[in-house]
């Protein structure tokens, strides 16, 4: 009885899934939904990401990601998104995360985000859309700080930190627009 409970909870089941992963796999459907509102809007309504259900292969199942791509109307894996498309995926499941915290937590709110690069994958376009997502976050409160070194961001970020690398270290200034 202890060796099949012990089977069970430890992933040696027709799902592949073990109970650690079964907890984070509830949690992740609810980041997923919230992270669908931002992707949807910052995709113009092509991409939504899914929790894979189906069970494939030996290793644990229960967390990998499928897209649904309603121009096709086809489910693929995450994988198969290019450098701009995963940029959003990858920042709307950031968004996802912090909106779900925010509403379990009640009185905690994550007013500060960070992203690091991604910015040079992005087409013009894909920029633009990134870029008024982003300053939608802002304008409701969140400080966004972004690390880049796409030259485009520095004529539309008001505000930013410039560091320069030198032979004697780096040097850090503040620029304003």
Request: cysteine-free; charged content about 20%; glycine content about 10%.
């Amino acid at each position: 009885m202890y060796q099949d409970l012990s089977d069970i909870t430890s992933g040696k089941n027709p799902q592949r899934m073990s109970f650690e992963r079964y907890v984070l796999s509830a949690y992740f459907e609810h980041i997923l939904e919230y992270a669908n509102i931002e992707l949807l809007k910052m995709s113009n309504g092509r991409f939504a990401l899914y929790r894979k259900q189906a069970v494939k292969g030996a290793k644990q199942q229960g967390l990998d990601l499928s897209v649904l791509d309603y121009e096709t109307g086809i489910m693929r894996d995450i994988q198969s998104l290019s450098g701009g498309e995963s940029f959003k995926a990858a920042l709307s499941l950031a968004l996802g995360l912090s909106s779900m915290i925010q509403s379990y937590a009640g009185g905690i709110h994550m007013d500060t985000m960070f992203i690091d690069e991604g910015f040079g994958t992005l087409d013009p376009d894909t920029l633009e859309l990134a870029m008024e997502t982003l300053v939608q976050l802002q304008s409701s409160g969140r400080l966004i700080g972004m690390i880049s070194h796409v030259p485009e961001l520095k004529t539309r970020i008001p505000a930013h930190l410039e560091v320069t690398r030198g032979d004697d270290g780096s040097t850090a200034k503040f620029v304003i627009n």
